[in-house]
């Protein structure tokens, strides 16, 4: 079992930057792909950002790449998105995921994610 809790979401004007965060519970985070997806209003959840294990590749979605990086640090159990040049296209809710320990690919479906945390809102005022 593991938890999940977002944060750091927040208003930003944009061009702005923010950073989000997701601490995980349980000792199995260290071999967990985790990921980073994100749902509009109206819209369905999207796969925003996924690492491996050892934080040494990482998949982003079209729409955000060279703007966003994921990052984890398994001492700490966390797993950070930092987003810059933020656009009103970024508003959503973003949700952590995570990955069922020892499956080393970084999925961009949903359904392939096994937890997730409760999501935190960024809202890009243009």
């Known amino acids: 079992q593991m938890q999940l809790v977002e944060s750091g979401g927040g208003l930003v004007e944009a061009g702005g930057s923010l950073r989000l965060s997701c601490a995980a519970s349980g000792r199995t985070f260290s071999r967990s792909v985790m990921g980073w997806f994100r749902q509009a209003p109206g819209k369905e959840r999207e796969f925003v950002a996924g690492?491996?294990?050892?934080?040494?590749?990482?998949n982003y979605a079209d729409s955000v790449k060279g703007r966003f990086t994921i990052s984890r640090d398994n001492a700490k159990n966390t797993v950070y998105l930092q987003m810059n040049s933020l656009n009103a296209e970024d508003t959503a809710v973003y949700y952590c995921?995570?990955?069922?320990?020892?499956?080393?690919?970084?999925?961009?479906?949903?359904?392939?994610?096994?937890?997730w945390g409760q999501g935190t809102q960024v809202t890009v005022s243009s």
């Open positions: 690492i491996n294990w050892d934080g040494n590749r990482m």
């Open positions: 995921a995570a990955r069922s320990q020892w499956i080393a690919s970084i999925a961009q479906l949903d359904y392939e994610y096994d937890y």
